[in-house]
């Protein structure tokens, strides 16, 4: 090997070799479309430290938020049928839901743990919007039978933090049956005066609004979340209107009377806390911690 190949051509090399940056470590705001640094976002829980945006906070993620920490206990969601159609359209069922379970490590768009959330007992549902569009079949609707179930059964808050495209259509009528399976799991909460709160993150679509998304005691939403029934492609070309501006986002619905209030993420938790202390009329001196 001469000189040239063995000393000179490395150092070539070295001069022009790309340095390998993680295509992780910047995320695009979709509000201000600034880069934001992801270790920053994380510090934040997806707010964007420059316009506020909010981004979508994975379901994982949002989770050891919300609840205290050490206080995290699972709760397991029962086997439903699995794929009761054997549905197959471009590719199987069966298929999709093995591709999203390893992606997303769940076993399906719903999750639930226990614990508190500044010192107040809760049971928390979160929706994951990856998996499968967070759409809602038999296994989500199991998901929040059980949570309204554990909530009684350890008389404590229920507390749902929505995110869906709707419907589970590869399930057809089996994924509809699962908005009154559902109505009638979160009324059991009412008849024993269980504190029942929603969070609608972006976005909740579909059959989720239509069934336990609109039941809460107190329904919050998240800034700028997408959040409605049909598309507004939709409905525009059923009305045949212009719909208006901001249509279907949250601000839109707080100010036509569908949601309580539109709060901030550094803040929800906080206000969660406080509004399950006055729901339960369990003010026994612990004060939140958010
Ligand atoms: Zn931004």
Redesign the pocket.
């Known amino acids: 090997m001469s000189w040239l190949s063995k000393f000179v051509k490395p150092k070539i090399h070295a001069l022009v070799k790309k340095i390998e940056v993680p295509n992780n470590l910047w995320v695009k705001?979709l509000?201000?479309e600034?880069m934001?640094y992801n270790k920053d976002l994380k510090e934040t829980y997806s707010v964007?430290p420059?316009?506020g945006?909010h981004l979508r906070l994975s379901s994982t993620d949002r989770m050891d938020w919300i609840l205290d920490e050490g206080t995290h206990r699972e709760i397991e969601i029962s086997d439903v049928v699995f794929d009761p159609l054997k549905f197959k359209d471009k590719k199987k069922y069966s298929d999709r839901i093995k591709e999203a379970k390893s992606k997303s490590n769940q076993n399906d768009a719903i999750f639930l743990r226990s614990g508190t959330i500044g010192g107040q007992k809760a049971v928390v549902a979160v929706m994951d919007f990856e998996f499968m569009g967070g759409s809602m079949g038999s296994a989500v609707g199991e998901g929040i039978i059980t949570a309204a179930e554990k909530a009684i059964d350890i008389n404590s808050a229920l507390v749902i933090f929505t995110s869906s495209g709707g419907a589970r259509m590869q399930e057809g009528i089996f994924s509809l049956m699962q908005l009154p399976r559902t109505i009638i799991a979160v009324n059991k909460l009412k008849d024993e005066n269980i504190p029942y709160i929603v969070v609608l993150t972006d976005p909740t679509t579909g059959g989720v609004t239509a069934s336990f998304a609109m039941l809460g005691d107190v329904t919050f939403a998240e800034p700028g979340a997408l959040i409605g029934f049909a598309g507004p492609r939709v409905i525009q070309s059923t009305v045949r209107e212009t719909l208006p501006e901001g249509f279907q986002t949250a601000e839109y619905i707080y100010e036509h009377g569908m949601v309580d209030e539109v709060v901030p993420r550094s803040k929800l938790k906080l206000k969660i806390a406080n509004v399950i202390r006055h729901l339960s009329n369990n003010n026994v001196g612990n004060s939140a911690r958010a």
């Open positions: 705001c509000g201000c600034q934001v964007c420059t316009c945006f």
